[in-house]
């Protein structure tokens, strides 16, 4: 595949995840995070089995006999991810919480070395902390002597939570590689719109059925762009680059996320772009390892590039 076609797809990939994170914003107005989960994924569950079923055609007998692990990843990185994130949400602006989930790659890297038994390098250490640091200048809005306050905002500490329960999904992940990506996804998916149904059923005063038009379009977005479209570009594209390069662009999701809402007319502050920089230049140093070991981290789940985003 020419070059150009696989950098456009890794950049179609995270600009469809950076929408997820801007309608969010607007959605949770007229949605509760647990609406907005379960209709996003009941959208994606539909097209989803299909692809799977025709794409990948998995001997579904012995993917069912993961149905253990796979239970733990729907409430792992669907149900409390996706919830924790629309949470978020309501009490942050969109580009913050992309700024702290920019911090992701850097956990899951501390991570792998704790629990995968991975090496991590002085300038592993060294960017990790520079990564902690624009957190920081985030969640403080640049008044770092305010660190031990106890008045952070809310979205803000919900997102941190969020990028664990991501880690932890992905560490948990790797126990699936032998069941086709989509394939892992869909009954992912199927696990968490069941175990959130009787939820709905009897809370229906936090079920909202009149929705703006502009709600349904957002809903459709979220269910057919983040969580499809961006997880076969993703995956794509990995056919024909290195997982560790592909990483690199995971980054483009908070500039994108910058951007749109720029473009809508949102204003961005010195110390939001000031704490960007020093979390991509942290996640970078934090990647920075063997060939061998990046691909590993990255490719932790092989459903990591869809459900967490």
């Not at 994170?21 to 609406?35: A, I, K, N």
């Not at 669907?78 to 956990?107: C, D, M």
């Not at 991570?111 to 200048?137: C, D, P, R, T, Y």
């Not at 939820?199 to 979220?222: C, E, H, K, P, R």
């Amino acid at each position: 595949m020419n070059k150009y076609l696989v950098l456009l797809l890794l950049i179609f990939a995270n600009l469809f995840w950076a929408g997820n994170y801007v309608f969010g914003e607007y959605l949770v107005d007229e949605m509760s995070p647990l609406q907005m989960t379960f209709s996003r994924w009941l959208i994606a569950a539909f097209l989803l089995f299909p692809m799977a079923h025709w794409i990948e055609r998995p001997k579904w007998k012995s993917v069912w006999k993961e149905w253990k692990t796979l239970l733990v990843l729907a409430i792992l990185g669907i149900i409390s991810y996706n919830f924790l994130l629309y949470e978020a949400l309501q009490y942050t602006n969109s580009l913050n919480a992309a700024l702290v989930n920019s911090l992701n790659p850097a956990v899951l890297v501390v991570f792998s070395v704790l629990f995968l038994k991975e090496k991590m390098a002085v300038s592993n250490i060294i960017g990790l902390l520079i990564s902690l640091f624009g957190v920081l200048l985030v969640l403080t809005k640049g008044q770092l002597q305010l660190i031990f306050d106890t008045s952070y905002n809310q979205g803000d500490l919900l997102m941190l939570v969020a990028i664990l329960v991501w880690t932890v999904y992905s560490v948990i992940g790797r126990k699936t590689k032998s069941i086709p990506p989509i394939t892992a996804t869909s009954i992912s998916a199927l696990f968490a719109l069941i175990m959130m149904l009787p939820v709905i059923v009897f809370s229906n005063n936090d079920f909202n059925f009149n929705l703006s038009n502009q709600a349904i379009t957002g809903v459709i977005y979220m269910g057919i762009f983040p969580s499809v479209a961006s997880f076969i570009c993703w995956n794509v594209s990995l056919r024909h680059i290195d997982a560790s390069k592909a990483g690199v662009y995971l980054n483009l999701i908070t500039v994108f996320t910058a951007i749109i809402s720029l473009i809508l007319g949102h204003s961005i502050s010195f110390i939001q772009v000031l704490g960007g920089i020093f979390v991509f230049l942290g996640v970078f140093l934090t990647s920075k390892r063997k060939k061998k070991i990046k691909d590993e981290t990255i490719k932790l789940s092989p459903v990591a590039g869809m459900v967490g985003k």
